[in-house]
């Protein structure tokens, strides 16, 4: 069972281009969250998503980034007309059900640069 | 809304010394705390899941306490080996939406 998957490891765009940022959760999971990580700093929650269903995106902002888990495939956070401020580190966890008993794991982060 | 914070944001201590990270946090109402490490430029490595009717979990030289009533976890690491030298991060998984939420971290380096 390989463990949460993200592609690419590492994406540079320019200015105003589109970044689409991949996650494959482990098998069987169906919850996945993204996070946002800038140097020195805490991961920031973006947005909770079950298959087909958007269930927090709190923490996304609401112009130029959307997410999507769909039925099949992995989990898509797209950030279109990128800026400076986009660079980040963005990680994916993914976690088998809701509860208390359920543990999160997380992949390796895409390493974003906007040139 | 919930914070979680950790204290101290780094800590250097010379290696074979006992240490402990603490995390606090503010809403009570949780699943579960985690602890995970994370080494410069990678991902996050799941460390210690407490459920939120656990008082404490142990992994080797690491055990992490819960005390969900006033809101604080401890990881308490063993004899400290520069292996150790990582970001520690704690976050807490709320029951009201499921929503997972890390505190900033602490960056532990063990000397030599």
């Known amino acids: 069972n390989a463990g949460v998957m993200q592609n690419p490891r590492h994406l540079v765009r320019r200015r105003g281009q589109e970044a689409r940022l991949r996650c494959s959760p482990m098998?069987?999971?169906?919850?996945v969250y993204w996070y946002r990580q800038l140097p020195e700093e805490g991961l920031k929650f973006m947005v909770y998503?079950?298959?087909?269903?958007?269930?927090?995106e709190s923490g996304m902002p609401k112009e130029r980034f959307s997410a999507e888990f769909p039925k099949e495939g992995p989990s898509i956070l797209r950030i279109q007309q990128v800026v400076r401020g986009d660079s980040a580190a963005y990680f994916c966890?993914?976690?088998?059900?809701?509860?208390?008993?359920?543990?999160?794991?997380f992949g390796q982060g895409t390493r974003l640069t906007v040139v | 809304k919930q914070e979680v914070t950790q204290i101290p944001a780094a800590l250097s201590v010379p290696e074979g010394e006992n240490l402990v990270l603490n995390c606090s946090f503010t809403?009570?109402?949780?699943?579960?705390l985690q602890w995970f490490r994370q080494d410069p430029g990678k991902g996050l490595t799941s460390l210690l899941l407490i459920q939120s009717s656990q008082r404490e979990q142990t992994s080797g030289r690491l055990n992490a306490s819960l005390d969900k009533s006033s809101g604080r976890s401890t990881l308490y690491i063993a004899a400290s080996q520069p292996g150790d030298s990582a970001t520690y991060l704690c976050?807490?998984?709320?029951?009201?939406?499921?929503?997972?939420?890390f505190g900033k971290g602490t960056r532990l380096h063990i000397l030599p």
């Open positions: 998503l079950q298959k087909e269903n958007i269930i927090d």
């Open positions: 809403d009570s109402a949780i699943y579960n």
């Open positions: 966890a993914s976690s088998a059900q809701q509860g208390w008993n359920t543990e999160a794991f």
């Open positions: 098998k069987g999971h169906s919850h």
């Open positions: 976050a807490v998984r709320q029951d009201r939406d499921d929503k997972i939420i």
